[in-house]
């Protein structure tokens, strides 16, 4: 109640609510992707309701006023989120987005002679822990293998899998080459007792 000083009036009583809104809560997730795959990034809010989204982002451009877009920008996302009823905004949250490099690899091209094995080996660029995926031009497939032989001519070719990231390297191939041994054949010549035959076929004593 007040009361007016001059005339003594007395007002009637009133009230007032004082209400206090949570600040809203969030969370971002941190995805991990292969090099050249998008990464999500997702802001999930505590409580669902209606929200206004502020991104800081490492490099790039800004996804601006959206719950979830994809990057294939390595680095920390953070953002702030504004409840679009209350007006109150959340601390600020982060994830880290990873990018892991595809491994590369090489494969080398012997030259052997036939009868002889070849021996294929693949190279990774980088050592690690890989599956090998091969395609041969016949015959069984040696399997996940880094290095094996072969009597087949022909462009074998692989793939390598990192094991630990589940990255996997572009396709790289090596040629087999499978050279012929030479022939040689040696006359049988015929003469009688104590002559000679000579290279050009002629005969003569060999006294």
């Known amino acids: 109640m007040i009361t007016d000083t001059v005339t003594g009036c007395v007002s009637t009583s009133a009230s007032g609510t004082v209400t206090?809104?949570?600040?809203?809560?969030?969370?971002?997730?941190?995805?991990?992707?292969?090099?050249?795959t998008p990464a999500t990034v997702t802001a999930t809010p505590g409580v669902a309701g209606t929200y206004d989204y502020a991104w800081s982002v490492p490099s790039g451009p800004n996804p601006g006023n959206v719950a979830s877009f994809t990057t294939t920008v390595a680095g920390v996302y953070s953002v702030i989120i504004t409840d679009t009823t209350t007006g109150c905004?959340?601390?600020s949250a982060s994830g880290t987005v990873t990018i892991n490099p595809n491994p590369t690899v090489t494969v080398n091209s012997p030259s052997v002679c036939d009868g002889t094995s070849a021996t294929v080996t693949a190279t990774p660029g980088?050592?690690?822990?890989?599956?090998y995926a091969w395609i041969v031009p016949s015959g069984p497939n040696p399997g996940n293998v880094a290095s094996f032989t072969t009597t087949v001519a022909g462009v074998y070719s692989v793939i390598i899998t990192d094991t630990v990231t589940g990255c996997f390297s572009p396709s790289a191939s090596g040629t087999v080459t499978i050279n012929p041994n030479p022939t040689v054949t040696v006359n049988s010549p015929s003469v009688c007792d104590g002559a000679v035959r000579y290279s050009n076929g002629n005969t003569g004593s060999s006294r």
């Open 89 to 91: 905004f959340s601390a």
């Open 20 to 36: 206090s809104n949570p600040n809203p809560t969030v969370t971002v997730n941190s995805p991990t992707e292969c090099e050249g």
């Open 126 to 131: 980088v050592a690690g822990s890989y599956d």
